[in-house]
């Protein structure tokens, strides 16, 4: 059985950080676009970042870029979201995912696998 698992999630200050991993079992995702996104209260499930499968390119949402890192550990089948300078907008349940897809072009359309989703709160 195919899985994503995040973890990582939980409450943190604004001007924190938290580091958001992503463990995928099952099968090995080495030739996939992996990324994530996330799902604010009331509103719709939004992009945040890419990588490609070697981890050679990136791509940021413009309301995370300079804040947020993506990165990916192809021996550990694990994907990670570092979030620095967090800010109370950045609260949302954060999903993994991963799909055949260039990572300038990730969508929620060309997911093929989701993880289950992790509480990131940010309080002022």
């Known amino acids: 059985q195919v899985q994503l698992v995040e973890s990582g999630g939980g409450l943190v200050q604004a001007g924190g950080s938290l580091r958001l991993s992503c463990a995928a079992t099952?099968?090995?995702?080495?030739?996939?676009?992996m990324g994530w996104f996330r799902q604010a209260p009331g509103k719709e499930r939004e992009f945040v970042a890419a990588?490609?499968?070697?981890?050679?390119?990136?791509n940021y949402a413009d309301s995370v870029k300079g804040r947020f890192t993506i990165s990916r550990d192809g021996a550990k089948n694990t994907m990670y979201l570092q979030m620095n300078s967090l800010k109370p907008e950045d609260t949302a349940v954060y999903y993994c995912?991963?799909?055949?897809?260039?990572?300038?072009?990730?969508?929620?359309?060309?997911?093929?696998?989701w993880g289950q989703g992790t509480q990131v709160t940010v309080s002022s």
């Open positions: 995912a991963a799909g055949r897809t260039p990572v300038q072009t990730m969508r929620i359309v060309l997911v093929d696998y």
């Open positions: 099952g099968r090995t995702f080495s030739s996939y676009t």
């Open positions: 990588i490609s499968w070697n981890g050679g390119r990136t």
